[in-house]
Every structure is written in structure tokens, then in C-alpha cells.
């Protein structure tokens, strides 16, 4: 059965930072490419992020130079580290695996707030 379980969420301050991770279970995690979204409340699911299965990098324009997504082949393990957080960062943020198939994990809420 395939999982991907997201973790690292909070609450923190604007200009603070998290480090999300999502652990995959149940795929050939070095053959799919791993990404992050994050939903708002009433807002569509928005796209955050994306490493390769060769670990090339992109991410939206607005957490480029603050957000960086890497993985970890040997624990399954992919990561969004977060930094200069902002309030308009605030979401429940969503890993996906794409590759032979998609999946999604459940997601990990985010709140940035004075």
C-alpha cells in the first residue's frame, strides 16, 4: 500500500522558518518525481515545488530564494525547508508523487501569524 506522510507543520512568526517532510512509502521512491502544494482555506490546490527523480529543481516564482526542496533516497524521504515565512505562506501543504502513478499524502497545516 502506498503512503506518503507529511510532517512539520505549525504555527510560527512571519520571518521564521519550517521544515516540512513527507516519507514515502510503498513506491520505487528513486523513480518518481516529488512535489509540493499548498491549498488555502477556500483557495484551489496550488503548486509549490518539484525535484526530479534526477534531483533538478523548480518552484514558484513567489518562494523562490526562500524555499528549497530536496530529497533523501535512502530514507524516502522528501523535504520542503521553508525559510522567511510569510502570512500569505499560510496553507496546508500537500506532498505528491508522480512517476508510473500519482499519489498525494494528507497533508500538513502551516500557519504563519503574529
Known amino acids: 500500500q502506498v503512503q506518503l506522510v507529511e510532517s512539520g507543520g505549525g504555527l510560527v512568526q512571519p520571518g521564521e522558518s519550517l521544515r516540512l517532510s513527507c516519507a514515502a512509502r510503498g513506491i520505487i521512491f528513486s523513480s518518481y518525481a516529488m512535489h509540493w502544494y499548498r491549498q488555502a482555506p477556500g483557495n484551489q490546490r496550488d503548486y509549490v515545488a518539484t525535484?526530479?527523480?534526477?534531483?533538478?529543481?523548480s518552484y514558484i516564482d513567489s518562494v523562490k530564494g526562500r524555499f528549497t526542496i530536496s530529497r533523501d533516497t535512502a530514507k524516502n524521504t522528501v523535504y520542503l525547508q521553508m525559510n522567511s515565512l510569510k502570512p500569505e505562506d499560510t496553507a496546508v501543504y500537500y506532498c505528491?508523487?508522480?512517476?508510473?502513478?500519482?499519489?498525494w499524502g494528507q497533508g500538513t497545516q502551516v500557519t504563519v501569524s503574529s
Open positions: 525535484i526530479t527523480s534526477s534531483a533538478t529543481t
Open positions: 505528491k508523487a508522480t512517476g508510473e502513478f500519482a499519489y
